[in-house]
C-alpha cells in the first residue's frame, strides 16, 4: 500500500485548484493520478498540455498506444484508465487485450501502431527498423511515426509517476493479460 498521498483540492495551489475545477467538470472527477500530478505547482497543467496537444493520431489511435506502452511499463493504473477509456473509443474487451500485448489481429493499421509502440517501448526508443517499416508499409507517415513517439513519452511519464508513487487505482482494474486469446 503506498504511502504516498492524493493531494485535495484544498491541499494543492489556486492555479491546480482551477485544474481540479476543470477536471470535475469534464469528467466527474479527479483521477488519482491526475491529483498526484498537482504534488507539484506545474506539472499537472504541464502534463495535461503534453497529454492534450494536438496530434496526427485519433482518439482510438491513441489508445492502441497508451495500452500497449502501458502494458509493457506494467502501469496497472494506466492500464485501468486506458481499458475504461478503450471501451468508449469502441474496441471489445478481447481486442483491449490484444492491443495490451502489442497486436490488433482485426486491423492492419492498428496491429502496426501497436507493434511500433511496444517495440519502442520494449527497446527504450530503439526501434526495430523491420517494425518501423512494417509501420510505414500499413499507411502510416513520418507524422504519425514523430507523433507516436511523442505519445510513447506521454504514456511512460504517468506510468512512472504512478510505479514510483502507487497511488490508488480509481478506474475498474484492467483484466489480467493472460485472458488474451490472440
Known amino acids: 500500500m503506498s504511502t504516498f498521498n492524493v493531494p485535495t483540492r484544498a491541499e494543492v495551489s489556486p492555479a491546480n485548484q482551477a485544474i481540479f ?16 500530478y498537482a504534488h507539484s505547482e506545474n506539472a499537472l497543467g504541464n502534463y495535461l498540455a503534453l497529454s492534450g496537444a494536438k496530434t496526427s493520431l485519433n482518439a482510438k489511435q491513441k489508445e492502441v498506444v497508451n495500452l500497449a506502452v ?8 494506466c492500464l485501468a484508465a486506458h481499458t475504461a477509456i478503450g471501451k468508449l473509443n469502441g474496441f471489445t474487451d478481447s481486442q483491449i487485450l490484444e492491443l495490451r500485448a502489442g497486436e ?16 519502442i517501448t520494449e527497446n527504450r526508443g ?9 509501420f510505414f508499409n500499413a499507411g502510416w507517415t513520418k507524422e504519425n511515426l514523430v507523433d507516436t513517439i ?13 510505479r514510483t508513487t502507487e ?3 480509481d478506474f475498474p482494474a484492467a483484466q489480467p493479460l493472460e485472458a488474451v486469446t490472440v
Do not use: M, W
Not at 490488433?104 to 517495440?119: C, E, V, Y
Not at 530503439?126 to 512494417?134: F, G, I, K, R
Not at 511523442?150 to 504512478?162: A, E, P
Open 21 to 36: 475545477d476543470n477536471l470535475e467538470k469534464g469528467l466527474g472527477f479527479v483521477p488519482n493520478l491526475f491529483a498526484t
Open 70 to 77: 502501458s502494458q509493457v511499463n506494467e502501469c496497472n493504473y
Open 104 to 119: 490488433a489481429s482485426f486491423d492492419s493499421k492498428l496491429n502496426a501502431l501497436a507493434r511500433l509502440a511496444r517495440n
Open 126 to 134: 530503439a526501434a526495430d527498423q523491420e517494425v518501423v517499416a512494417n
Open 150 to 162: 511523442v505519445l510513447v513519452g506521454d504514456k511512460t511519464i504517468s506510468n512512472y509517476l504512478h
Open 167 to 169: 497511488v490508488p487505482v
